[in-house]
């Protein structure tokens, strides 16, 4: 670690507080890894939200994001590794962005929750994401990850949080999830024991520069807590989760009862 850099510095302190632990070794070398991705244009890093992500306040939270942290290490072995492995250049435009999965996120959540436009179907065909989700008990696929390192953003994952929310606009609010985006009015209950392979910290970017049309991955960070659209309230932990989820109820949005109702369970 560069002891000249005081953001890293900090950062580390910081994680050092929320495992009450000294960092060395392998833990810190998975955290040198991921943690500039927490860090925004101006300074600014986001670390103390890996307490709302891992749900830190609780034992199994803490050993979650310790696991998490040692398995990036272990895949990519250490921070001078994975930049020789994965260089980030500007022209030709290659980024590289590390992935943190969520090693033992089921012993921190039961579930998790994934909301959609009632009007979405699959891509590529007539038939409503609703229809889909009641036939196969299932979300659409979403590829997983081929590497343990982001080189563009992928077109298509699925974002889920960890807690419901009265109404599609209060959704709307909590997720910064713009009204042209989706209508929240469908939503999705998601057994964390049957993603706990494909869950892993959100992230955000950007599919391309907008003076380089090139660039795969523009303006990537981490985003464990939504903060990215400031006219909405945000501040709602979320993650993103892989392959086809399980989906245990479906929920649908009622404007004349004014009230979420299930219209499917497996």
């Avoid at 009015?185 to 992230?203: G, W």
Wanted: proline residues 8%; neutral net charge; hydrophobic residues 35%.
């Amino acid at each position: 670690m560069r002891r000249d850099d005081p953001i890293t510095n900090e950062q580390v302190q910081i994680l050092s507080e929320i495992l009450n632990e000294e960092i060395t070794g392998q833990l810190l070398e998975g955290f040198l890894i991921m943690c500039s991705r927490l860090v925004d244009n101006f300074g600014h890093h986001r670390t103390n939200e890996l307490r709302n992500i891992f749900q830190t306040h609780k034992k199994e939270g803490v050993a979650c994001l310790k696991r998490s942290l040692l398995e990036l290490s272990n895949v990519l072995k250490s921070y001078k590794d994975f930049t020789a492995l994965y260089p980030v250049s500007i022209n030709p435009p290659n980024p590289a962005f590390p992935m943190l999965k969520m090693i033992g996120i089921e012993n921190i959540v039961d579930h998790v929750y994934r909301v959609l436009d009632s009007n979405s179907r699959i891509r590529g065909t007539d038939e409503l994401v609703s229809e889909y989700i009641m036939r196969t008990g299932q979300l659409p696929f979403a590829p997983p990850p081929s590497a343990p390192v982001l080189r563009e953003k992928p077109k298509f994952v699925h974002w889920c949080s960890y807690l419901t929310f009265a109404t599609p606009s209060e959704t709307q609010d909590a997720l910064q999830i713009l009204p042209e985006w989706s209508n929240c009015r469908l939503r999705a209950t998601l057994p964390v024991a049957t993603i706990r392979e494909h869950a892993y910290m959100a992230y955000n970017g950007d599919h391309h520069d907008p003076k380089n049309k090139v660039f795969g991955f523009y303006g990537y960070f981490f985003e464990p807590l939504t903060q990215d659209h400031p006219p909405l309230l945000g501040g709602c932990v979320q993650i993103k989760v892989f392959g086809s989820p399980n989906v245990t109820v479906l929920e649908k949005w009622c404007e004349e009862k004014n009230r979420w109702y299930t219209v499917w369970c497996q």
